[in-house]
């Protein structure tokens, strides 16, 4: 069974910084895309940032410049290292995976639990 586990959330005042971490577990084959979503109170879930296994990334435009997406492949871990937050980005943050299981070499879309990041002004 494959987890992806969020962490690094909280509250934080306009201007700070936070760090989010995703690490992926259990028995699989390969991690592919790794990406972040947020879905803030009332609104859609959208895509935050993306970064391919070869290191390639993309970012909504509303966080370009703020927002840095990396992953460590050897830990199976991706990051978010958020600057410069404004009440805006306040929302909570899914872990997203394209991973191919053991079993049946099948390509799955997973998703983490979600961890809410606050920023007040």
């Known amino acids: 069974q494959v987890q992806l586990v969020e962490s690094g959330g909280g509250l934080v005042q306009a201007g700070g910084s936070l760090r989010l971490s995703c690490a992926v577990s259990g028995r699989f084959f390969s991690v592919n895309a790794m990406g972040w979503y947020r879905q803030a109170p009332g609104e859609q879930r959208e895509l935050v940032a993306v970064?391919?296994?070869?290191?390639?990334?993309d970012y909504a435009e509303s966080v370009k410049d703020r927002f840095t997406i990396s992953r460590d492949n050897a830990k199976n871990t991706v990051y978010l290292q958020m600057n410069s937050l404004k009440p805006e980005d306040t929302a909570v943050y899914y872990c997203?995976?394209?991973?191919?299981?053991?079993?049946?070499?099948?390509?799955?879309?997973?998703w983490g639990k979600g961890t809410l990041v606050t920023v007040s002004s």
């Open positions: 970064i391919t296994s070869g290191g390639s990334t």
């Open positions: 997203n995976a394209r991973i191919v299981i053991t079993t049946t070499y099948a390509d799955l879309n997973c």
